[in-house]
Protein backbone atom coordinates (compact mmCIF):
# COMPACT_ATOMS: atom_id res chain seq x y z
CA UNK A 1 0.00 0.00 0.00
CA UNK A 2 1.09 3.69 0.28
CA UNK A 3 3.51 4.76 2.40
CA UNK A 4 2.78 8.42 1.29
CA UNK A 5 -0.21 10.40 0.78
CA UNK A 6 -1.27 13.77 -0.11
CA UNK A 7 -3.91 15.70 -0.18
CA UNK A 8 -5.76 17.31 -2.53
CA UNK A 9 -4.36 15.50 -5.69
CA UNK A 10 -5.42 18.46 -7.21
CA UNK A 11 -6.84 21.66 -6.64
CA UNK A 12 -8.40 24.96 -8.63
CA UNK A 13 -8.02 27.90 -7.19
CA UNK A 14 -8.54 31.72 -8.08
CA UNK A 15 -5.74 34.09 -7.80
CA UNK A 16 -4.81 35.66 -4.78
CA UNK A 17 -6.23 32.95 -2.67
CA UNK A 18 -4.21 30.70 -0.63
CA UNK A 19 -3.73 26.45 -0.72
CA UNK A 20 -2.93 23.69 1.45
CA UNK A 21 -1.33 21.03 0.54
CA UNK A 22 -0.91 17.99 2.69
CA UNK A 23 1.51 15.39 2.89
CA UNK A 24 1.25 12.65 5.03
CA UNK A 25 3.65 9.77 6.44
CA UNK A 26 1.42 6.19 6.54
CA UNK A 27 4.08 4.24 7.34
CA UNK A 28 7.08 6.19 8.96
CA UNK A 29 8.04 8.75 11.32
CA UNK A 30 9.28 11.12 9.30
CA UNK A 31 11.71 14.07 10.81
CA UNK A 32 12.74 15.36 7.33
CA UNK A 33 10.45 15.71 3.97
CA UNK A 34 11.23 17.02 1.12
CA UNK A 35 8.87 19.13 -0.99
CA UNK A 36 9.28 19.46 -5.00
CA UNK A 37 7.66 21.28 -7.71
CA UNK A 38 7.17 19.89 -11.37
CA UNK A 39 5.85 21.91 -14.33
CA UNK A 40 4.50 20.21 -16.96
CA UNK A 41 7.36 18.43 -19.47
CA UNK A 42 9.91 19.06 -17.01
CA UNK A 43 11.93 17.45 -14.20
CA UNK A 44 11.31 18.13 -10.49
CA UNK A 45 13.26 20.95 -8.57
CA UNK A 46 14.01 20.85 -4.71
CA UNK A 47 11.67 23.58 -3.24
CA UNK A 48 12.35 22.85 0.44
CA UNK A 49 13.75 20.85 3.37
CA UNK A 50 10.88 20.54 5.91
CA UNK A 51 11.94 19.22 9.27
CA UNK A 52 10.04 18.60 12.44
CA UNK A 53 9.47 20.98 14.68
CA UNK A 54 12.28 23.44 13.40
CA UNK A 55 12.11 25.67 10.40
CA UNK A 56 12.13 24.29 6.87
CA UNK A 57 15.01 24.48 4.50
CA UNK A 58 14.59 26.51 1.31
CA UNK A 59 16.65 25.94 -2.06
CA UNK A 60 18.08 29.15 -3.48
CA UNK A 61 15.73 31.31 -5.43
CA UNK A 62 12.44 30.23 -3.45
CA UNK A 63 10.21 32.75 -1.52
CA UNK A 64 10.25 31.16 2.25
CA UNK A 65 7.35 33.70 2.46
CA UNK A 66 5.03 32.53 -0.44
CA UNK A 67 5.80 28.75 0.28
CA UNK A 68 4.84 28.00 3.77
CA UNK A 69 6.68 24.56 5.07
CA UNK A 70 5.27 23.53 8.34
CA UNK A 71 5.95 20.37 9.42
CA UNK A 72 4.25 19.54 13.15
CA UNK A 73 4.19 16.02 13.48
CA UNK A 74 6.12 13.04 12.46
CA UNK A 75 3.38 12.14 10.03
CA UNK A 76 2.53 15.55 8.57
CA UNK A 77 4.44 18.10 6.60
CA UNK A 78 1.94 21.32 5.10
CA UNK A 79 2.94 23.33 1.74
CA UNK A 80 0.84 26.52 1.63
CA UNK A 81 1.06 28.52 -1.32
CA UNK A 82 0.00 31.93 0.06
CA UNK A 83 -1.47 34.73 -2.50
CA UNK A 84 -0.94 32.54 -5.55
CA UNK A 85 -1.06 33.72 -8.98
CA UNK A 86 -1.39 31.63 -12.40
CA UNK A 87 3.03 31.11 -12.63
CA UNK A 88 2.61 28.92 -9.60
CA UNK A 89 0.39 26.51 -11.54
CA UNK A 90 2.35 23.80 -11.21
CA UNK A 91 2.96 19.44 -9.53
CA UNK A 92 4.09 19.72 -6.17
CA UNK A 93 5.39 16.57 -4.61
CA UNK A 94 6.46 15.65 -1.14
CA UNK A 95 9.12 13.15 -0.32
CA UNK A 96 10.21 11.33 2.37
CA UNK A 97 13.93 11.11 3.70
CA UNK A 98 13.68 7.53 1.74
CA UNK A 99 14.57 7.62 -2.13
CA UNK A 100 12.17 5.06 -2.41
CA UNK A 101 9.06 6.88 -1.04
CA UNK A 102 7.75 9.93 -2.85
CA UNK A 103 3.68 11.13 -2.62
CA UNK A 104 1.39 10.78 -5.38
CA UNK A 105 1.44 14.58 -6.33
CA UNK A 106 -0.84 17.65 -5.97
CA UNK A 107 -2.07 19.10 -9.29
CA UNK A 108 -2.46 23.00 -8.80
CA UNK A 109 -3.98 24.94 -11.10
CA UNK A 110 -4.32 28.89 -10.40
CA UNK A 111 -6.82 30.80 -12.52
CA UNK B 1 27.37 21.57 -7.57
CA UNK B 2 26.11 18.32 -8.37
CA UNK B 3 23.79 17.98 -12.12
CA UNK B 4 22.37 15.21 -14.41
CA UNK B 5 22.25 15.26 -18.04
CA UNK B 6 19.51 13.45 -19.69
CA UNK B 7 19.12 12.98 -23.56
CA UNK B 8 16.26 14.59 -24.87
CA UNK B 9 13.54 12.56 -25.98
CA UNK B 10 11.09 11.77 -26.89
CA UNK B 11 12.30 8.76 -27.92
CA UNK B 12 9.71 6.16 -29.87
CA UNK B 13 10.40 2.86 -30.03
CA UNK B 14 8.86 -0.11 -31.74
CA UNK B 15 7.30 -3.33 -28.92
CA UNK B 16 10.43 -5.22 -28.59
CA UNK B 17 13.08 -3.09 -29.49
CA UNK B 18 15.85 -2.80 -27.46
CA UNK B 19 15.98 0.75 -25.29
CA UNK B 20 18.78 3.02 -24.19
CA UNK B 21 18.49 6.07 -22.29
CA UNK B 22 21.48 7.71 -21.43
CA UNK B 23 22.47 9.56 -18.42
CA UNK B 24 25.85 11.32 -16.73
CA UNK B 25 26.37 12.95 -14.08
CA UNK B 26 28.56 15.50 -12.18
CA UNK B 27 29.31 15.10 -8.17
CA UNK B 28 31.69 15.80 -5.58
CA UNK B 29 32.21 12.67 -4.01
CA UNK B 30 30.55 9.49 -4.79
CA UNK B 31 26.81 10.07 -5.04
CA UNK B 32 24.26 6.96 -5.10
CA UNK B 33 22.74 6.88 -8.51
CA UNK B 34 18.52 6.62 -9.28
CA UNK B 35 16.22 6.09 -11.91
CA UNK B 36 12.47 6.71 -11.43
CA UNK B 37 10.03 6.15 -13.57
CA UNK B 38 7.03 8.81 -13.80
CA UNK B 39 3.89 6.78 -15.54
CA UNK B 40 0.94 9.33 -17.48
CA UNK B 41 -0.92 11.32 -14.56
CA UNK B 42 1.15 9.27 -11.57
CA UNK B 43 3.70 10.00 -9.25
CA UNK B 44 7.15 8.93 -9.18
CA UNK B 45 8.23 5.42 -8.99
CA UNK B 46 11.95 4.16 -7.86
CA UNK B 47 12.74 2.26 -10.67
CA UNK B 48 16.62 1.16 -9.59
CA UNK B 49 19.21 1.54 -8.16
CA UNK B 50 23.09 2.00 -7.74
CA UNK B 51 25.34 2.95 -4.64
CA UNK B 52 28.79 2.44 -5.60
CA UNK B 53 31.09 2.41 -8.62
CA UNK B 54 30.42 -1.02 -10.98
CA UNK B 55 27.57 -1.59 -9.09
CA UNK B 56 24.34 -2.39 -11.30
CA UNK B 57 20.89 -2.00 -10.39
CA UNK B 58 18.33 -4.15 -12.06
CA UNK B 59 14.30 -4.31 -12.18
CA UNK B 60 11.34 -5.19 -14.26
CA UNK B 61 13.92 -6.08 -17.05
CA UNK B 62 15.59 -2.90 -16.76
CA UNK B 63 19.15 -2.38 -15.85
CA UNK B 64 21.88 0.23 -15.28
CA UNK B 65 25.59 0.18 -14.36
CA UNK B 66 27.13 2.82 -12.05
CA UNK B 67 30.29 3.98 -13.91
CA UNK B 68 32.44 6.13 -12.25
CA UNK B 69 35.41 6.48 -15.34
CA UNK B 70 32.64 8.11 -17.63
CA UNK B 71 30.26 9.54 -14.83
CA UNK B 72 27.00 7.60 -16.50
CA UNK B 73 24.76 5.67 -15.80
CA UNK B 74 22.80 4.87 -19.06
CA UNK B 75 19.42 2.61 -18.96
CA UNK B 76 18.77 -0.01 -21.20
CA UNK B 77 16.02 -2.85 -21.29
CA UNK B 78 16.29 -5.81 -23.87
CA UNK B 79 13.10 -5.91 -25.32
CA UNK B 80 10.52 -2.58 -24.44
CA UNK B 81 6.69 -2.99 -23.74
CA UNK B 82 4.25 -0.72 -24.85
CA UNK B 83 3.81 -1.02 -20.89
CA UNK B 84 6.58 0.64 -20.31
CA UNK B 85 5.60 4.03 -21.97
CA UNK B 86 6.53 6.40 -19.32
CA UNK B 87 8.92 9.12 -18.72
CA UNK B 88 12.13 8.51 -16.93
CA UNK B 89 14.35 10.80 -14.49
CA UNK B 90 18.28 9.74 -14.07
CA UNK B 91 18.56 11.07 -10.98
CA UNK B 92 21.80 11.57 -7.69
CA UNK B 93 21.99 11.81 -3.73
CA UNK B 94 25.25 13.04 -2.71
CA UNK B 95 27.26 11.45 0.17
CA UNK B 96 26.38 13.80 2.81
CA UNK B 97 23.94 15.71 1.28
CA UNK B 98 21.28 15.34 3.09
CA UNK B 99 19.45 12.67 1.25
CA UNK B 100 18.92 15.70 -0.90
CA UNK B 101 17.99 14.49 -4.77
CA UNK B 102 19.39 16.34 -8.20
CA UNK B 103 16.87 15.69 -11.57
CA UNK B 104 17.60 14.99 -14.97
CA UNK B 105 15.23 16.62 -17.33
CA UNK B 106 13.34 13.23 -17.50
CA UNK B 107 12.67 11.59 -21.15
CA UNK B 108 9.80 10.39 -22.53
CA UNK B 109 9.43 6.80 -23.28
CA UNK B 110 6.71 5.93 -26.24
CA UNK B 111 6.91 2.49 -27.17
CA UNK B 112 4.45 1.57 -30.25
CA UNK B 113 3.05 -1.86 -31.57
Known amino acids: GAVVSQHPSWVICKSGTSVKIECRSL??????MFWYRQFPKQSLMLMATSNEGSKATYEQGVEKDKFLINHASLTLSTLTVTSAHPEDSSFYIC???????FGPGTRLTVL | GNSVTQMEGPVTLSEEAFLTINCTYTATGYPSLFWYVQYPGEGLQLLLK?????DKGSNKGFEATYRKETTSFHLEKGSVQVSDSAVYFC????????????FGTGTQLKVEL
Open chain 2, 91 to 102: ALSEAGGGNKLT
Open chain 1, 95 to 101: RLRNEQF
Open chain 2, 50 to 54: ATKAD
Open chain 1, 27 to 32: DFQATT
